[in-house]
C-alpha cells in the first residue's frame, strides 16, 4: 500500500477502486498529482468528488497524464473548440451507451491510457457505472489458461459498433465508420507501468482470437466474457453532480447501468493516449 500525504486515498471495494479526497483538480501541485498518478496505478480506477472545472481545467488535468486523445468517430464539441471531449447524454428518447463491458478504443493500433469522465447531471437514482480489474480476471484463471492465453493473439476492430449500420450514436456526436478500423493485440497483456499481467479482450471490440477456427474463437472469448462478468472483480460508482473518474484503460473494464431510462444523465469525458500492448 503506498503511503499518502497530499491527499486522502478511500478505497470502495476489496479488488479495484477508491475515493480521493482532499484536493481540488482545478488547483492540483505537483506532490499531490505525483500521489494520485500512484492511486490510480494502485487501485486502477479513481474517483473524486465536488469538482467543478471549466471543460480547460478538465483538459488541464488530463494533460498532465499525456496528450490527449482524439476519437476517431466522436467529436460532438468539435466545432466548440474542444474535439477532445465526448458527451455521453442519455434521456427517455435517447438510449444509453456503454451498456455492455469494455475497454475504450482497443481497435487502434495504441488503445488509451485512460479517461477522465466528469458527471455535468446525474439522475436522483441509477445511471451508476461500473469497473471491473482484468489484473483480477487474469490472476483467477488456472495456470493452463493463463500459459493459453499468453500465446495468443485477438483481433479488435468496429464491426460490432462504429461500422455497424444500426448503431444508435447520432444523438452524442458521433458518425459511422467508413470501412472497418482494426488491429491486433495479445490477449494478455503486460501493463507498461506496473509490470502486471491483464486479460485484454472486450465484447465491443474484440472480433476473433487470430489463427483459431471460427467456433474454437467464439466459444473461447465468450468463455473470457463470462469470466470478467465476475462481481469479485468489479466495483459500482454512484454519481453525483461534479463528481469525476479515472480509469487506467490498460488493465480495467467498464459498463454503465442502464437501470433508469427516463432520466437525464450527462456525462463529459477526455481520454489520455496510450501505447502499444505488449
Known amino acids: 500500500m503506498t503511503t499518502y500525504h497530499h491527499i486522502a486515498v478511500q478505497p470502495i471495494a476489496g479488488t479495484l477502486g477508491a475515493e480521493i479526497h482532499n484536493v481540488n483538480l482545478s488547483n492540483l501541485n505537483d506532490a499531490a498529482f505525483a500521489e494520485i498518478r500512484a492511486a490510480l496505478l494502485e487501485h486502477q480506477v479513481i474517483f473524486f468528488r465536488d469538482q467543478e472545472l471549466t471543460r480547460a481545467q478538465h483538459k488541464s488535468f488530463g494533460r498532465r497524464f499525456g496528450d490527449l486523445h482524439i476519437h476517431p468517430y466522436l467529436q460532438p464539441l468539435k466545432e466548440e473548440g474542444h474535439p477532445e471531449f465526448l458527451i455521453l447524454e442519455s434521456d427517455a428518447k435517447h438510449p444509453f451507451v ?69 448503431y444508435k450514436i447520432e444523438h452524442i456526436g458521433g458518425k459511422r465508420a467508413e470501412g472497418i478500423a482494426s488491429a491486433e493485440h495479445p490477449v494478455i497483456r503486460t501493463h507498461p507501468e506496473t509490470g502486471r499481467k491483464a486479460l485484454f479482450v472486450n465484447s465491443a471490440f474484440t472480433h476473433s482470437i487470430k489463427e483459431m477456427k471460427s467456433a474454437e474463437s467464439t466459444a473461447l472469448l465468450d468463455f473470457l466474457y463470462r469470466h470478467i462478468e465476475s462481481p469479485d472483480f468489479s466495483c459500482r ?40 500492448p505488449f
Open 237 to 276: 460508482f454512484r454519481w453525483r453532480k461534479n463528481s469525476m473518474a479515472m480509469w487506467d484503460n490498460r488493465c480495467t473494464q467498464h459498463r454503465v447501468l442502464a437501470d433508469n431510462l427516463t432520466a437525464y444523465r450527462r456525462m463529459e469525458r477526455i481520454t489520455v493516449m496510450g501505447d502499444k
Open 98 to 166: 456503454a451498456e455492455a463491458w469494455h475497454s475504450d478504443v482497443t481497435f487502434q493500433e495504441t488503445p488509451p491510457l485512460g479517461s477522465v469522465l466528469r458527471c455535468v447531471a446525474a439522475p436522483e437514482f441509477g445511471g451508476d457505472t461500473m469497473w471491473a480489474s482484468m489484473y483480477a480476471a487474469y490472476d483467477a484463471l488456472s495456470s493452463t489458461m493463463q500459459r493459453l492465453l499468453g500465446e495468443l493473439v485477438a483481433i479488435h476492430d468496429t464491426s460490432r459498433t462504429f461500422s455497424r449500420e444500426t
